[in-house]
C-alpha cells in the first residue's frame, strides 16, 4: 500500500470556499454572489432580531451571531451554499437557559456545543446523522413550532405582563390571566403583518415578505402613533457598533447542569445544517462534505459566544433564498454577513421604532413553516410504532423539555428499530430438529447433504439444528429444546454450520445451555462452528474440554464423537 493511499483523507476537512478559489473565482461568480448575499441580508435583517427577542435577549444579539457565525459558516463550511445564523430551532433551549443560568449560562452552553460539534466532525459522525429517524426530526420540529408560537403570544397580543414564565402550563396560565389587558394596536398590527407576509408569499413571491412587512409595521405604527411597544422602548435601541470581542464571565462550576443543553444546542446545530446542506445539494446538484460542515459549525459557535451572540447553524429558509436569488458560491454567505453589518451601523437609529408585534409576525410564519403539517398528517398514516415516537417526541418537546424529547425520541425509535430488526432476522432464523431429507441449506462437510441423518444417530444421541444469527431475539429458544424430550439423550448435537454470527447474548444463552445439559449427565457437540461464532466463543471463554463440550467440524465428525 502507498504512503498517499495509507494516510488521512484530509479532504473532507476543506471548506468548499477553499476547493472553488483553487479552481479559479471569476468576476462573474462574484457579482451573482454579490447579489444574493444582499437578498439574504435583507430577508436575515427582521428574522436576526426577531429570534433574538424571543429567545429572551436583546435583538443586537440575533444580528451579531448573524454576522460573525454567518461569516464563519461559508469561510469554513463543507457546503457551496449554505447560509448561517440563529434560527428557530434553538428558541426553547436558549430561553430556557437564560431564564435559569442567565446569558453567562447561554455563553458556556453555546461554547460547549462548539466544542462538541468540532469533536463529531473530527471523528466524521457527520454521515452518521442521515441515520435519525424521520418521526424524530418532524416531532421535535412541529414541538419547537408550538414553542415558538406560545412565546409569541404576549407580543402578538399586546399583553402588559412584567415577564413570561419558561414553563408551558404556567405561561399559558400567565397568557389567560392578562388577557384583558391586551392592546388593540398591537393586535392590528400582528394582523395586519401577517396578512402583508402571505399575500406577498402568493402574489410576489420572490419579494422580501418579512422585511416589508417589518417596514410597513414600523411606518404604521410611527405615523399614527399607535400605542404599540417598540423595540426601543423595551430594549432602548440598537447600538450602531462593531460586535465586540469579550472573554465573558462564564459559570464554569454549573458545567455539568448544562452539559445536557449544550449537547441539544449541538445536536440541532448539527442535524439542521447537514439537512439544509441535504436541500442545498438537491437544489444546486452538488454534494457538500458533512464532517467538514460540522467542524465549521463548531467553530462559528465558539466564535459567536466570544462575541456575545447565540447558538447559530444552517438555515434552511435562507440557504433556499440564497440559490433562488443566484449564489454559487459560499462568497455570498460570507458576502450576506457583511452586508448584515453595514444595515445594523447604517439603520440602527431607525430599528428602535419597529413595533415587537410585527417581529412576532413574522416568527408566527416562521413557527407555521416549521410545523411541517402534511409531514405530520403523512406519518400519521405510518406504522403504530413510528405515529408513537412522533407524538411522544412532538408532546415533549411542546410541553416539557427540548432536551428530554431529544433523548427520549432518540431512544425510542432506537429499540424501534432494533424490535423491528430482531423480527425479521428472528422469522429467518430457526432451531429445529434435523431434518430426514437433505440438509436445506447445503453442507458443512462431506457428508451434511446425505440424506436420513436422522437414521444415522447412535441411541440416545438427538441433534438440532440452528439456522440464522444467534442473537439476542432467539438466544432464548435454546432453553426450550431439552424440554422435547422426556428422556435427557445422552449426546446432544448442536449444527451450527447455518449460523453466520453470534452475540454476547447468544453466547451466555450457550453457556446456560452447556450447564443444563452437564447437571442433566447430556455431553455436547457443537458441529461446523463458522469463523465469527468460533472467535467470539472463544473470547468468551467457551471452549471444548472434551468431556461434557467438545467441538466437531462436521456432522459425520460429530456422529463419530457421539458413538
Not at 147 to 155: A, L
Not at 337 to 363: D, K, N, Q, S
Not at 492 to 500: E, Q
Request: net charge neutral.
Amino acid at each position: 500500500m502507498s504512503h498517499a493511499t495509507a494516510s488521512p483523507n484530509w479532504t473532507i476537512y476543506e471548506p468548499k470556499l477553499w476547493t472553488i478559489l483553487k479552481r479559479g473565482y471569476s468576476l462573474d461568480a462574484f457579482r451573482h454572489d454579490a447579489v444574493a448575499g444582499l437578498t439574504v441580508a435583507v430577508v436575515a435583517l427582521p428574522l436576526a432580531m426577531a429570534l433574538a427577542i424571543a429567545s429572551g435577549t436583546t435583538p443586537e444579539k440575533g444580528l451579531h451571531t448573524a454576522i460573525v457565525a454567518g461569516f464563519l459558516i461559508s469561510f469554513l463550511g463543507g457546503s457551496r451554499v449554505q447560509i448561517g445564523g440563529p434560527t428557530a430551532a434553538f428558541i426553547p433551549v436558549v430561553f430556557n437557559v437564560i431564564e435559569k443560568f442567565g446569558y453567562g449560562g447561554l455563553i458556556l452552553c453555546t461554547l460547549l456545543a462548539g466544542f462538541m460539534l468540532i469533536a463529531a466532525g473530527v471523528l466524521r459522525i457527520g454521515t452518521l446523522l442521515k441515520y435519525i429517524p424521520k418521526p424524530v426530526i418532524t416531532g421535535f420540529t412541529a414541538g419547537i413550532a408550538i414553542s415558538i408560537f406560545s412565546s409569541q403570544v404576549k407580543d402578538l397580543l399586546g399583553l402588559h405582563m412584567s415577564s413570561v414564565p419558561a414553563e408551558f402550563f404556567q405561561r399559558w396560565h400567565a397568557y389567560f390571566q392578562n388577557l384583558p389587558s391586551f392592546t388593540p394596536a398591537a393586535l392590528m398590527l400582528s394582523v395586519l403583518s401577517v396578512a402583508v407576509i402571505v399575500g406577498l408569499r402568493r402574489l410576489r413571491p420572490n419579494w422580501p415578505g418579512f422585511l416589508i412587512a417589518v417596514v410597513l409595521g414600523t411606518l404604521a405604527c410611527t405615523l399614527l402613533a399607535l400605542p404599540a411597544e417598540t423595540i426601543g422602548s423595551r430594549f432602548g435601541g440598537i447600538p450602531a457598533a462593531l460586535p465586540q470581542f469579550a472573554i465573558p464571565q462564564i459559570p464554569f462550576e454549573r458545567t455539568l447542569e448544562l452539559f445536557p443543553s449544550s449537547f441539544t444546542i449541538a445536536f440541532l446545530a448539527g442535524v439542521e445544517s447537514l439537512l439544509s446542506a441535504v436541500v442545498a445539494d438537491g437544489m444546486i446538484g452538488g454534494r457538500h462534505r458533512s464532517n467538514a460542515e460540522l467542524v465549521a459549525q463548531g467553530v462559528a459557535n465558539i466564535g459567536s459566544a466570544l462575541f456575545g451572540g447565540l447558538p447559530a447553524t444552517g438555515a434552511i429558509a435562507r440557504t433556499a433564498t440564497n440559490i433562488r436569488s443566484g449564489g454559487r458560491t459560499p462568497v455570498a454567505g460570507m458576502l450576506h454577513a457583511l452586508f448584515l453589518l453595514v444595515f445594523m451601523l447604517v439603520l440602527a437609529p431607525l430599528m428602535r421604532y419597529v413595533p415587537l408585534a410585527t417581529l412576532a409576525a413574522v416568527l408566527l410564519i416562521v413557527a407555521w413553516n416549521m410545523a411541517e403539517i402534511e409531514s405530520f398528517k403523512h406519518l400519521m398514516r405510518g406504522p403504530i410504532g413510528d405515529r408513537i415516537v412522533l407524538i411522544l417526541t412532538f408532546v415533549l418537546t411542546a410541553v416539557f423539555d427540548l432536551t428530554v424529547a431529544i433523548e427520549v425520541g432518540l431512544v425510542l425509535a432506537a429499540f424501534l428499530f432494533m424490535h423491528r430488526m430482531s423480527e425479521v432476522v428472528a422469522m429467518q432464523s430457526d432451531i429445529s430438529l434435523i431434518d430426514e431429507d437433505a440438509d436445506r441449506g447445503g453442507a458443512d462437510g462431506p457428508d451434511g447433504a446425505e440424506p436420513n441423518q436422522r437414521a444415522q444417530l447412535p441411541a440416545g444421541v438427538e441433534a438440532f439444528q440452528i439456522s440464522g444469527p444467534l442473537f439476542f431475539a432467539v438466544a432464548n429458544r435454546l432453553d426450550d429444546v431439552l424440554d422435547q424430550f422426556p428422556v435427557p439423550p445422552r449426546v446432544f448435537i448442536l449444527r451450527m454450520r447455518l449460523v453466520p454470527l453470534i452475540d454476547s447474548s447468544g453466547v451466555t444463552a450457550l453457556s446456560q445451555f452447556i450447564e443444563r445439559c452437564e447437571r442433566q449427565g447430556t455431553r455436547l457437540i457443537l458441529s461446523g462452528l463458522r469463523e465469527q461464532p468460533l472467535r467470539i466463543l472463544a473470547q468468551m471463554g467457551v471452549q471444548p474440554d472434551g468431556e461434557r463440550l467438545k467441538f466437531a467440524e462436521n456432522f459425520a465428525e460429530a456422529i463419530r464423537l457421539a458413538s
